[in-house]
């Protein structure tokens, strides 16, 4: 079985100021999928970025990156550069690749306010 | 592309009540998803989908049903409603394999009363 932890329920941060959203997760599979996903108030849920377990690099998309650290498993999103519309829920997930479903796990979230 | 779309948006049932959440997509995706999302909470996994006629449940199956009699529908059945199913149902679909991220439909607003 999987699992995903976020044990950070609200952070704040300044516009324009980088913030560290933490994600650590356990899981037994050698392979696996780890996703990032925005959940502005409006509701609906965003993809940011995946990181592979076996990439050598650190994921990044504009100003999203993830610090993948495998053996401490933990897949934590970095936002750069803070921007108001940031403010949102963010949820950590994972897919394993063992058994074939491939059914993603989700984190239960971090909520991000961003100061002006 | 729509994507994915879900209706309702919002739905107020009685307790006892019945109704089908519609589900489609037009990306051709083969896994679909049934969540729900509780205030505070992450998403929990109801039904989900591999492809068309095959379906498995989830963590928190009880009381709903689902169908996939073609790849781009999906519909989640409320049969009996209750107030703990009172919750923000979200749709979603994604290719197969680990890498694959999901996309998400704008979710229906049940009440449960």
């Known amino acids: 079985a999987q699992k995903i932890t976020q044990t950070q329920p609200g952070m704040f941060v300044q516009e324009k100021e980088a913030v560290t959203l933490d994600c650590t997760y356990d899981t037994s599979d050698q392979s696996y999928g780890l996703f990032w996903y925005k959940q502005p108030s409006s509701g609906e849920m965003i993809f940011l970025i995946y990181?592979?377990?076996?990439?050598?690099q650190n994921a990044t998309e504009g100003r999203y990156s993830l610090n993948f650290q495998k053996a401490r498993k933990s897949a934590n999103l970095v936002i750069s550069a803070s921007q108001l519309g940031d403010s949102a829920m963010y949820f950590c997930?994972?897919?394993?690749?063992?058994?074939?479903?491939?059914?993603?796990?989700f984190g239960r979230g971090t909520s991000l306010i961003v100061h002006p | 592309n729509a994507g994915v779309t879900q209706t309702p948006k919002f739905r107020i049932l009685k307790i006892g009540q019945s109704m089908t959440l519609q589900c489609t997509q037009d990306?051709?995706?083969?896994?679909m998803y049934w969540y729900r999302q509780d205030p505070g909470m992450g998403l929990k996994l109801i039904y989900y989908?591999?492809?068309?006629?095959?379906?498995d449940k989830g963590e928190v199956p009880n009381g709903y049903n689902v169908s996939r009699s073609t790849t781009e529908d999906f519909p989640l059945r409320l049969e009996l409603a209750a107030p703990s199913q009172t919750s923000v149902y979200f749709c979603?679909?994604?290719?197969?394999?680990?890498?694959?991220?999901?996309?998400f439909g704008p979710g229906t607003r049940l009440t449960v009363t």
């Open positions: 997930a994972m897919r394993p690749l063992s058994g074939g479903s491939y059914i993603p796990t």
């Open positions: 989908s591999v492809g068309a006629g095959i379906t």
């Open positions: 990306m051709n995706h083969n896994y």
């Open positions: 990181q592979g377990s076996y990439d050598e």
């Open positions: 979603a679909s994604s290719y197969g394999g680990p890498t694959y991220e999901q996309y």
